[in-house]
């Protein structure tokens, strides 16, 4: 059940992003990716959810090839949520069961409320209009949306970013929480670097397209490599 990255090499254009990238992620564990501006993170995720394809190499989830596989058959195990809530305008349970209506699913509003409840989330936001939502609050909401659709994976590109410190930590909380009480495998890309580590079973730090490091967090922490010592460092 996990995602392999093997020699992938990616580019826009003339410009390569990701260099010779190698990487395994076990399934139901949290992975972060940490790494300068630039490096490749946000490509990483997109390659991953299938919205682009590397040059070379291959991706593979639970042994099928992504090139070999419907990019929508990927997205329906690899779910992913963005830096700004992507929401329409509606009420929470307009938004919640958009994809559902759309695959014609038969809708189950206990079900929902049910997960609210589990995650903390108070019901009667169901009702709420997304405009008289916080950003905090929205990104939460996309997060349950991209849950509802019950992937087995979950890519968080800097979902953190448009928040304060306080909104910032309950969302990475939460993710921590679909971790461990859903069992998803969730990659986080995050500037959040002391509470992502803190959540955080493995780490993959890209510098300029590069895999500098991959393992655990722990591994990652005591890393004496001079560029990762000095990122922890906010240098
Ligand atoms: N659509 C694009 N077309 C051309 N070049 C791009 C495009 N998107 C990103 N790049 C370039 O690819 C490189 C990697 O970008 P990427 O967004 O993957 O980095 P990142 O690690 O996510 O950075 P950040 O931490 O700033 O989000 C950068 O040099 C960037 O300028
Ligand atoms: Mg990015």
């Not at 020699?7 to 826009?12: E, T, W």
């Not at 990716?33 to 490509?43: A, E, F, T, V």
């Amino acid at each position: 059940m996990s995602i392999k990255l093997k020699s992938v090499n990616f580019s826009y254009e003339n410009h390569q992003v990701l260099k010779n990238v190698n990487i395994e992620f076990l399934p139901q564990k949290i992975h972060v990716l940490l790494g300068p501006s630039g490096g490749g993170k946000s490509s990483l995720l997109r390659l991953l959810n299938a919205l682009m394809d590397p040059n070379s190499g291959d991706i593979s989830y639970i042994n099928t090839v992504y090139s070999q596989t419907h990019p929508k058959d990927i997205r329906k195990k690899i779910g992913m949520v963005f830096q700004k809530p992507a929401l329409f305008d509606g009420t929470v349970y307009d938004n919640l069961i958009w994809s559902m209506k759309v695959q014609k699913l038969p809708i189950d509003k206990t079900k929902i409320e049910n997960m609210l409840s589990q995650l903390d989330i108070p019901t009667d936001y169901l009702d709420k209009e997304i405009e008289n939502l916080s950003v905090g609050e929205q990104q939460r909401i996309c997060i349950v949306r991209t849950l509802l659709a019950n992937p087995d994976v979950i890519l968080f590109d800097e979902p953190t970013s448009a928040l304060d410190p306080q909104r910032s930590k309950k969302v990475l909380e939460l993710i921590k929480q679909i971790n461990t009480q859903y069992q998803k495998t969730i990659i986080l890309v995050s500037h959040d670097i002391d509470t992502a580590i803190d959540i955080a079973d493995t780490v993959t730090f890209l510098h300029d397209g590069h895999v500098l490091f991959h393992g655990t967090k722990e591994h990652f922490l005591n890393s004496d490599n001079e560029i990762i010592t000095n990122f922890k460092h906010g240098k």
